[in-house]
């Protein structure tokens, strides 16, 4: 089990408890530890048991940043990139997240979540068990706040908890062409009514040369403060805007991507308590050689998450443990680094460090038994599903194939 600091053996490297066991109560955990240390007045309470089989159990798997609504897909784009366009020429071009956009705003709220849905679901085979989901392909107020509905339909609907985020301030849509400022005004406005709906849990924006400056990232955080939601920022994926440290003088929840990331943008990061979310499905598919600043983030003591970053156009994929592995071959994390990225750390980049990503007494009872006899092949083997049940509230979503 990883990394259950409050139990007996969490020194252990991961965590790991030998011979453990969970207590589940009204969907929470009430005690983990090894079976044997389980005091005599809980033993009494157990009404069911089930035996775990010598699996490894962890933590339900978290997918801290994805974007999992939006129409149609961009495998043309792809073959553009592999006949030598970049992503930033396809984008200024008129492509890239704003050919999404179409697409999102002609399709139907049913396909948007039938479509969406079964990306959950997916996720949701290889033991993920809380899922955060941008809005950011509507860019109206219209059609970001129909994406948001349907990210909500998705927490009420399948067996998953969801976070979801604003990220109106994705792209210029082509009504505000030329008048960025205007569209982060409205922005600001939308927030208002959409956090009076109940639709928004923490507001993000992409901070690059193609999207938003600093100076309108910070408009919009000082509107989202003034209303009390969280802030993220897609911060130093393409350039240097040195967004990272402006997201951490918010106290941001999280800054992600960061493969530009520079020394000053890590200590305002370590300062602020901002987890790095780092993505290297993006990396990989945009076939970036630049990583991001490990060592440095280690070194600063910044709590390193991982996501699958679910896109149309940077990164098409919905295998979260693929990440780790690639996590660990593209940027040298250890794969106890990468386990604590899509688990503690990414409840905390979702303001959910207190209650999820953790097996102890108190936290939510989500947990995965894996068909692995170690917890270092979860990001050594890929290509292949080794989940065997998924425990979401304590009660089981899911059971993988037979082995
Ligand atoms: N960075 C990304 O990698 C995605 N959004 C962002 O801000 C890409 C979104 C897309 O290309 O559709
Ligand atoms: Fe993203």
């Excluded at 959950?120 to 033991?127: V, Y």
Aim: aromatic content about 6%.
């Amino acid at each position: 089990m990883a990394p259950p600091s409050a139990v007996p053996g969490a020194d252990e490297p991961w965590g790991l408890v030998d011979d453990g066991g969970l207590l589940v109560e009204d969907g929470m955990l009430r005690w983990v530890g090894p079976c044997h240390a389980l005091p005599p007045e809980l033993a009494e309470r157990i009404a069911q048991q089930v035996a775990l089989e010598g699996a490894l159990v962890t933590p339900g798997l978290i997918d801290c940043h994805t974007h999992l609504v939006y129409g149609g897909h961009r495998a043309r784009e792809f073959e553009l990139r592999l006949c030598g366009a970049s992503y930033e020429d396809i984008a200024r071009a008129g492509g890239g997240i704003r050919a999404t956009v179409t697409a999102t705003r002609v399709a139907t709220d049913a396909a948007l979540y039938r479509a969406a849905a079964d990306r959950a679901a997916t996720l949701m085979a290889e033991g993920v068990t809380t899922i955060e989901i941008k809005s950011g392909y509507g860019l109206s107020e219209e059609h970001e706040a129909r994406c948001l509905r349907v990210a909500r339909r998705i927490a009420r609907q399948l067996p998953v908890t969801v976070r979801t985020t604003a990220l109106a301030a994705h792209a210029v849509p082509h009504e505000y062409a030329e008048r960025p400022d205007a569209y982060i005004d409205a922005a600001c406005q939308w927030l208002t009514r959409w956090q009076g709906e109940g639709l928004v849990d923490a507001v993000d924006a992409f901070c690059d040369q193609i999207a938003f400056t600093p100076a309108q990232v910070q408009r919009l955080f000082e509107a989202a403060r003034a209303l009390g939601l969280p802030v993220k920022l897609h911060a130093e994926q393409l350039s240097n805007q040195h967004g990272a440290a402006l997201a951490a003088h918010f106290g941001a929840l999280s800054c992600d991507h960061l493969e530009h990331l520079d020394d000053a943008g890590v200590a305002a990061m370590a300062q602020a308590g901002t987890v790095a979310v780092l993505l290297p499905g993006a990396y990989y598919f945009l076939r970036e050689t630049r990583c991001p600043p490990v060592a440095a983030l280690r070194a600063a003591g910044v709590p390193i998450a991982l996501a699958t970053d679910h896109n149309p156009g940077s990164a098409p994929g919905l295998s979260l443990l693929l990440m780790l592995n690639m996590a660990c071959t593209f940027f040298r994390l250890t794969p106890e680094e990468a386990l604590r990225g899509v688990t503690v750390h990414a409840a905390r980049a979702l303001g959910l460090g207190a209650t999820h990503g953790m097996l102890r007494a108190g936290a939510a009872a989500d947990f995965v038994l894996w068909n692995v006899g170690s917890p270092a092949e979860l990001a050594y083997w890929f290509g292949c599903n080794p989940c065997l049940r998924v425990v979401r509230a304590g009660v089981e979503t899911h059971q993988g194939a037979p082995s």
